[in-house]
């Protein structure tokens, strides 16, 4: 019963480090080496599409509100595109959700009321994004 433990085992952990990007154990023990056991940082600097979608966007030099357009819907509008660019309220918390991240990612700031930037970092971060 327990013969291929041990490889069971070896493929979970495998895909685990894969999943967050490490493609190799020399990977991890480089990581462990340079930063201890800190994983979780890695796992939390990814972006999700709606984040890296925002960033894009705003990194031409575009104005940022976030706006409601009712008591449950708020919405981002940047430039002259809104995310989401629907009425479906799932979608609405999706964006909403990331543009918070990235204001507390320290992406985005608040220059008044609804009016927000991006911060340097956060252009230099949409800058990495293009460049893939």
Request: charged share 30%.
């Amino acid at each position: 019963m327990f013969e291929h433990f041990g490889y069971i085992v070896a493929v979970v952990i495998g895909a685990i480090l894969y999943a967050i990007g490490y493609e190799s154990v020399k990977a991890v023990f480089d990581h462990v080496k340079e930063h201890g056991l800190s994983f979780r940082k890695k796992i939390e600097n990814r972006l999700t599409r709606e984040e890296k979608e925002l960033l894009i966007v705003a990194s031409d030099n575009e104005d940022i509100y976030k706006l409601s357009a009712d008591q449950l819907n708020l919405f981002i509008r940047i430039g002259k595109k809104n995310f989401p660019n629907d009425n479906n309220p799932d979608r609405s918390t999706l964006y909403s959700g990331a543009f918070d991240s990235l204001c507390n990612r320290g992406y985005i700031y608040s220059i008044t009321g609804s009016l927000y930037k991006l911060t340097a970092d956060g252009l230099k971060k949409a800058e990495e994004l293009k460049e893939k």
